[in-house]
Structures are given as structure tokens and as C-alpha cells.
């Protein structure tokens, strides 16, 4: 997962709906947007909206059923974000220990 890709990710990430439609398809499994809707305080359009820009992000998929299309959540694309978070995190544990280290002396 490159940079860009990240972005993507955390972007999606940060909106409040958006957690709660990747909640509710990691419970469901799959979902269509009308479902989606009767369960979050928004309209069928903004669930759709929403949906896109998960999409885009990598974490949720769209197959088509019929004149539906059914998401499912996509685990290994946060799996993947959670990976480079950590190693950010590591990062910046090894930098601050060698502050802390070079402050004490």
C-alpha cells in the first residue's frame, strides 16, 4: 500500500457514516444500499455516496445481483492500513526513546 493509497484509506476512515456502513457489512457480510440505509440516519443517495468513496479506498467491494448491487466489507485493506500504521507507530517509539535517551545523558 503505497502513500496515496493510505490517504485513501484514512480519508474514508474519518467520516462517521462510513464506520458505521464498514460495521454493518463486517456484520452482514453483504448488503445492498437500500438495506444499508433502513439502518443508518441517512438517505439511500448518501449511502450510495458513501459507499463510492469506500469503494475507492479499497475497503469495501460491489458485485452485482440482479438490479442490486451487494457490498462486502473488504478486511485485508484495513489489515494492510493497520500494518503500515504500526510500523509508523514503531517508528516513531524508536525516535522518541532516542530524544528521551540523548535528554537523560
Known amino acids: 500500500m ?10 474514508a476512515l474519518a467520516e462517521p457514516t462510513r464506520r458505521q456502513l464498514l460495521d454493518l457489512l463486517a456484520e452482514r457480510g453483504e448488503a ?3 438495506a444499508l440505509a ?5 438517505t439511500r443517495q448518501a449511502v450510495v455516496k458513501h459507499l463510492t468513496v469506500l469503494d475507492g479506498a479499497g475497503l469495501v467491494a ?10 462486502r466489507a473488504r478486511p485485508e485493506r484495513l489489515e494492510e492500513a493497520a500494518r503500515r500504521m504500526s510500523a509508523l ?6 525516535r522518541l526513546a532516542a530524544i528521551k535517551r540523548i535528554a537523560e545523558s
Do not use: C, F, I, K
Not at 2 to 11: F, G, H, I, M, Y
Not at 89 to 94: F, G, I, P, Q, R
Open 89 to 94: 507507530a514503531a517508528a516513531w517509539e524508536t
Open 2 to 11: 503505497n502513500r496515496s493509497e493510505l490517504d485513501a484509506v484514512l480519508a
Open 62 to 71: 460491489g458485485r452485482r445481483a440482479g438490479r442490486e448491487v451487494l457490498y
Open 32 to 34: 445492498s444500499a437500500s
Open 38 to 42: 433502513q439502518a443508518v440516519p441517512v
